[in-house]
């Protein structure tokens, strides 16, 4: 037993969290589980107006970092300056980061060189990091030892009819908001996610895509027969869209590397 489901996640589920002196939220999962997702999803929420929709009692400023750091302190100052178009002094950035008026969020620990791995799992020891928000495939051992992990739930073959309904209607696809292409769909959908090997690769980002194709068809007047019927056909569909001239067979080999995923 890892803690309680939270079926919809809110900024009221946070709180207790951020309330604590120094807060850590680790959000573990698969790739394509919805990691990223929610983590920018709190980034909204961290300077939302509304203080209904807020993770603290204050706004925070949200400082998402994608790449590999040694010195967090840095990279913050350096946003931040960009930001404001001026020089901070590093101790103004150090209380900023004391008192959770940044949040920091890491997005692919896992996907980070070493160095970044060891410093960011050290990083109580030399910054006071106090409001930090992580994406990992694997858990990070901070030193602190009090972080807090979530782990997105994966999508069944029971719950994907009433998640991809769910991005139809935010997709606003016209095309596809007629009930018959809908049942189409959902047959096209149920293909992918039972054929063999499948079960395990039901993601998010797996059915983002074929929603997101499939209104492309309906908007288009085309048919629904031309949507993809496996995973790895499913990104290599999307790859080849994004890079028309691109390689073909090294598109193929990364939609083989994330069918398996």
């Not at 999962?29 to 980034?43: D, I």
């Not at 009692?57 to 967090?72: A, G, K, T």
């Not at 980061?97 to 410093?119: A, M, P, Q, W």
Request: with cysteine; glycine share 8%.
């Amino acid at each position: 037993d890892r803690g309680i489901v939270v079926p919809q996640p809110r900024p009221s589920d946070f709180r207790n969290a951020f309330a604590a002196r120094s807060c850590v939220i680790e959000l573990c999962g698969c790739g394509g589980s919805g990691k990223s997702t929610l983590a920018f999803q709190m980034a909204q929420w961290a300077i939302a107006d509304d203080p209904e929709h807020r993770l603290a009692d204050y706004q925070m400023i949200p400082i998402l970092v994608e790449e590999n750091f040694q010195i967090i302190g840095a990279v913050v100052k350096s946003r931040v300056s960009a930001w404001f178009g001026e020089e901070l002094d590093a101790t103004f950035v150090r209380a900023l980061l004391r008192l959770k008026r940044i949040l920091i969020i890491v997005d692919g620990v896992s996907e980070r060189d070493e160095t970044t791995r060891r410093y960011l799992a050290q990083i109580h020891a030399s910054e006071p990091v106090n409001a930090l928000v992580c994406t990992s495939r694997r858990e990070t051992a901070f030193m602190s030892g009090n972080a807090v992990r979530v782990y997105p739930l994966p999508l069944t073959e029971g719950s994907v009819p009433h998640f991809a309904t769910g991005l139809i209607r935010a997709r606003a696809g016209v095309g596809l908001l007629n009930i018959d292409l809908q049942v189409q769909f959902a047959l096209r959908l149920a293909q992918v996610v039972t054929r063999t090997g499948a079960a395990g690769a039901i993601t998010p980002l797996l059915v983002t895509l074929a929603v997101t194709r499939a209104v492309e068809l309906a908007d288009q007047g085309r048919g629904l027969s031309e949507l993809p019927t496996s995973v790895p056909e499913l990104y290599f569909d999307y790859l080849r869209r994004l890079n028309r001239s691109g390689d073909l067979q090294g598109e193929l080999e990364v939609a083989e590397r994330l069918g398996r995923l």
